[in-house]
């Protein structure tokens, strides 16, 4: 399922400072994300990426290499890429569809610093539904209240550059796209928030899956107490999410 990138080459990178305080823990933190999804069963195969914008550049990002599952993935053998899909840091290239929609996303969209792209089960059983994926029916879920787009026209593989590009434009001002008949786009301003999200995205569409296999009536919350619960939790979400990392890196660290 997975392609390779026709056109990617090497390229000269010699300038760049990869030794920077920020870049290091951008890797670190990057890495540590893809660790994590491997250990919570939200990756598929080697199929789906992870990117975020290198510190102090605008037009590099960090991206997984082709051929590798996320528990694979380390610090070390991420992908330093520009916007033309030339490799400028790293051993081999990126995946063509990892290319194609996480560069355009960055490009187009600018306030994209981190971009997370899976297939995770749940939420991804969402996108095969009519109608809106995610319901705001329990508190996790209102997390996302106001934050999501749905792309409800699948078109195939993301193999050029106008299907990046046309995801990125459905995405528009939102925070999580639904991709119908695909998966997710998670995207975020710091590599911390992006994992948060990408978490509580999954569990919030566990429990509305649950709630939906009892076949009973579904009971939402109201709009106006979904904005505020919305509100409430938007105000510390940034400090939650540093921590909520910060935890999971350390309970990386005692699997060793």
Not at 11 to 22: F, K, P
Not at 107 to 112: D, E, F, G
Request: hydrophobic share 45%.
């Amino acid at each position: 399922m997975a392609h390779t990138l026709t056109g990617s080459t090497r390229a000269h990178g010699a300038s760049l400072n990869l030794d920077s305080a920020a870049i290091v823990t951008a890797r670190e933190e990057l890495a540590a994300c893809f660790q994590l999804a491997a250990l919570h069963g939200l990756e598929e195969g080697i199929c789906n990426h992870f990117s975020a914008m290198l510190p102090g550049h605008d037009d590099l990002f960090l991206v997984n290499p082709y051929g590798y599952a996320f528990a694979e993935v380390t610090a070390q053998n991420l992908l330093v890429c520009d916007f033309h899909g030339n490799v400028l840091d790293g051993d081999g290239q990126p995946e063509a569809t990892a290319f194609y929609i996480h560069a355009r996303l960055h490009q187009q969209q600018p306030r994209v610093r981190v971009a997370f792209h899976t297939h995770m089960p749940h939420a991804t059983a969402l996108c095969l539904l009519q109608g809106p994926p995610l319901l705001w029916l329990g508190q996790t879920a209102l997390k996302f209240y106001g934050r999501t787009a749905v792309d409800e026209h699948y078109n195939g593989l993301a193999l050029d550059d106008s299907e990046g590009e046309r995801i990125a434009a459905v995405l528009g001002a939102a925070d999580i796209l639904f991709l119908k008949n695909h998966g997710v786009i998670v995207t975020a301003p710091t590599i911390a928030e992006a994992w948060d999200d990408l978490y509580y995205l999954e569990r919030a569409a566990q429990v509305q899956w649950l709630a939906m296999a009892t076949q009973r009536e579904l009971k939402a919350v109201p709009a106006a107490i979904a904005q505020r619960a919305y509100e409430q939790m938007r105000a510390s979400d940034a400090d939650s999410a540093r921590a909520h990392l910060r935890s999971a890196m350390r309970r990386l660290a005692q699997r060793g």
